[in-house]
């Protein structure tokens, strides 16, 4: 973008509008009065109607507290940045929900996480942690019974090597802290009547206002233990009859700190964390996270690194696919079969990561600039045999044996219906955006590493429902498979790593957001650097915890063992949801 | 089969061995046991994924009588925790835990359920699942492979060989209590820790810290 239509972006978006001026920042600040008019603005005059990520930083030294609002046109191209500073007692923010509804679960996150109030949010409650918990975690100021020091690594493992437990060290030798006041006698719980308050109520008569039908109205948890939600992953629904009436999703499960751990480690430390976000695909999450990092450096893996991340990127989004399929009919009632067929293939895939890199699932492949190591004697054969023989047959088997099954169209056609517009007001990403008609992936609307060398369809299925969701996944593994073909045959000799591999990376201050079109949906990875060697903040734009916005969206007014197909359907991990 | 489970001093007819076989109780209690150890289906984190791979057919848990994966801990005799614990999740693990039938087994399933792995130091993790629930074979690895778990079902099998009707938890005369369920105050509360946190809360401010 030149700096002429910059200066008109800030232009329209009007008073008080001005640049971020500092060094390796970019975006606008807007003050915080103001945000929900020029977010506005954005959107329905400049055409950045999606709301990628919303998340929020602590600049403690400055004692300021930012919002930070990513949007991007579904039309394609370079995003806009939008920041409000604010104090860092008592900060308020007016909330987008009402412009964006794909805001509400992040800025439920941004107020459980740093403390930052939204003004006219419908349901601001905690959303990873549980009400009542002490303190706002990611605040700069707040530290946890485990805390140790700033930066790892800890003195007291390295090098001095004066090893101690960090149990010795607590009160109670648990990783607890309470406030000094507290009293257990004193304390009352904080049960779910809030959770439950928010849930929408039943209108009109039920069952279709038939008043011979006498519905009972009552309200389900799902899980967190229940063998559907994908792991630890809880459902309100509120019920009239068998139909539901509202939905809530509640997360938080399996929320491990990432983002605080994050802090304290170095920039490379943090590569394998993030194979455990999504851990079907963690060479796609090592993907966006290197990106990030070599915008902040400023550097460019040498061509067969790129060669080599691409189809590192492409298998597991394959295997990922293919088990969505294998969960969602295991959803649907074909218990496990599914996912042995899906799995048979995973596995070969695995294998080929496990001879790359070391571990089946945990690959840690990446690095700034390059890559761990180079492929090993004999796993290209293995590759070209299974891209060129194996894959698309199988591919073509599952999809025989499913797509026309009787049980699954009956289940999934017109099921779990997402429009277009829906989709994009609640920031969907990935397949389910597409599946609802809108053709935007990353590696398309703003290709990165070498995606704009390919050629490939970008899969769009028009209807929005869980039949075209299931499909989607069929598509974009031929996709793949497509673009595999295409890496393989060009696939150059050479230099796997740009300079020689540092342990410790010397990253530039500045922030950057690195994005990339993983299988489950956009993911993005913004990180801050103050030019130390741990960065300032690390945010995970996680596609399956903002998809699950459209869950209630897609459930109400279906019955109740729909929104286990629809849950399916969307393909999250909980990995990437808590984080 | 009757190779198994033979007494080695008591020989049985040549004619008879196919069908019969003079055991000890224990032997024949444990042997059905071990062969028969139906898991809770409930995954909690990355570990999980490995453990649907262990049921899959490339690794086949059927071999070991295991692959009734039961939703209900009613139905299940062992617990495979396989993840990371973290303190919004103890009560309801605690809770599953109570309510599994006896005889149950717990596997504390990689790194950080073993002792908090990569995350110990978050503020939402619990380190370890056996600081509230008794855990009888702890599988190292992040994630553990297949082979692993595997690994660890065989151990948990030696285990089961070495308990004695007499002297196992369930049939003794006193009934086995029941884990008091976490709560979840400011930070994770455990109620064993009650006794000291009034004890704190009664001191003045000043001796805090």
């Keep these: ?579 | 089969m009757s190779d198994e489970l033979n007494h080695p001093e008591i020989d049985v007819p040549e004619e008879l061995r196919r069908n019969v076989a003079i055991t000890t109780l224990d032997k024949i209690y444990n042997w059905g046991r071990r062969s028969s150890v139906w898991p809770m289906f409930w995954g909690l984190a990355c570990c999980a994924i490995e453990m649907i791979c262990t049921a899959t057919s490339r690794y086949d848990l059927s071999r070991f009588g295991m692959e009734v994966m039961r939703p209900s801990p009613r139905q299940a005799d062992l617990m495979i925790v396989s993840g990371t614990v973290t303190k919004k999740l103890i009560p309801q693990i605690v809770r599953l835990y109570n309510q599994m039938g006896e005889p149950k087994y717990v596997i504390a399933m990689g790194a950080c359920a073993s002792g908090g792995g990569p995350f110990k130091e978050g503020y939402n993790v619990v380190s370890g699942v056996d600081q509230f629930v008794p855990v009888d074979v702890y599988v190292p690895g992040c994630p553990p492979t297949p082979q692993a778990l595997l690994h660890g079902f065989a151990k948990l099998r030696e285990k089961i060989d070495t308990q004695s009707v007499t002297s196992v938890r369930w049939y003794q005369k006193a009934p086995v209590e029941p884990i008091p369920i976490p709560l979840l105050g400011p930070d994770l509360i455990n109620p064993r820790d009650l006794p000291a946190l009034r004890d704190r809360a009664a001191q003045p401010a000043a001796a805090q810290s």
Excluded at chain 1, 77 to 105: C, M, T, W, Y
Excluded at chain 1, 180 to 207: I, R, S
């Design chain 1, 1 to 579: 973008m030149t700096d002429k239509v910059l200066d008109n972006v800030e232009s329209r978006l009007g008073d008080g509008v001005v640049r971020d001026e500092r060094g390796g920042y970019s975006g606008y600040l807007v003050p915080a009065a103001r945000l929900a008019n020029v977010a506005r603005t954005a959107r329905d005059e400049l055409g950045y109607d999606y709301l990628s990520s919303v998340t929020g930083v602590d600049y403690l030294p400055e004692g300021k507290l930012e919002v930070v609002y990513q949007l991007y046109p579904t039309a394609g191209g370079a995003g806009l940045v939008l920041k409000a500073q604010l104090p860092r007692e008592a900060p308020v923010v007016p909330s987008l929900v009402p412009l964006f509804p794909g805001a509400e679960l992040q800025e439920r996150e941004v107020w459980d996480l740093l403390g930052i109030r939204f003004e006219g949010h419908p349901d601001l409650r905690r959303v990873l942690l549980w009400e009542g918990f002490a303190g706002h975690p990611l605040r700069k100021d707040w530290t946890e019974a485990y805390f140790e020091e700033d930066a790892k690594p800890f003195k007291s493992r390295w090098p001095e090597g004066k090893i101690h437990r960090i149990e010795d060290k607590v009160p109670f030798r648990h990783n607890v802290a309470y406030p000094p006041d507290f009293t257990p006698d004193g304390w009352v719980p904080e049960g779910d009547a809030a959770l439950y308050a928010g849930l929408g109520q039943v209108t009109g008569g039920g069952n279709g206002g038939d008043p011979a039908l006498n519905t009972d109205e009552i309200i389900v948890n799902l899980g967190p233990q229940h063998p559907s939600t994908h792991g630890v992953f809880r459902v309100v629904v509120r019920l009239d009859g068998e139909t539901v009436v509202d939905l809530k999703p509640v997360m938080g499960y399996l929320h491990r700190n990432h983002e605080k751990i994050a802090e304290r480690n170095t920039f490379l430390m943090n590569m394998p964390f993030t194979d455990r976000l999504d851990y079907f695909s963690s060479m796609g999450n090592n993907f966006g996270y290197a990106l990030a990092v070599e915008k902040l450096m400023g550097i460019q893996p040498p061509e067969r690194a790129e060669y080599l991340r691409v189809m590192m990127a492409e298998l597991t989004r394959i295997q990922n696919h293919l088990s969505a399929i294998g969960f969602l009919l295991n959803d649907l009632g074909a218990f496990f079969t599914p996912v042995m067929y899906a799995f048979e293939e995973r596995e070969l895939i695995l294998d080929i990561f496990e001879a790359t890199s070391g571990s089946r699932m945990m690959c840690n492949y990446f690095r700034f600039g390059g890559l761990e190591r180079d492929l090993p004697d004999g796993v290209l054969p293995k590759i070209r045999e299974l891209v060129y023989e194996r894959l698309p047959r199988k591919v073509d088997e599952l999809d025989r044996y499913l797509t026309e099954n009787e049980i699954v169209r009956a289940r999934c056609i017109g099921v779990g219906v997402l429009t277009r517009e829906r989709a994009i007001a609640l920031s969907a990403a990935g397949p389910v955006l597409r599946a609802s008609g809108v053709p935007y992936d990353v590696r398309r609307a703003e290709p990165y590493s070498i995606y704009d060398r390919f050629d490939f369809d970008v899969a769009v299925r028009p209807h929005g429902d869980v039949y075209d969701r299931y499909l989607i996944r069929f598509d974009e593994i031929r996709q793949s498979l497509r673009i595999l073909d295409q890496v393989l045959k060009q696939l150059p000799e050479g230099e796997i790593q740009t300079g020689k591999p540092q342990y410790q990376a010397r990253v530039p201050a500045g922030e950057a957001y690195g994005r990339v079109e993983n299988p489950k949906g956009e993911l993005g990875y913004y990180v801050i650097s103050t030019g130390k060697p741990t960065p300032w903040r690390y945010h995970v734009r996680a596609p399956s915890f903002i998809n699950l916005t459209t869950l209630a969206e897609m459930s109400r007014g279906y019955k109740l063992a729909d929104v286990v197909v629809s849950l399916g359907s969307i393909d999250i991990v909980l990995g990437e949801v808590d984080r």
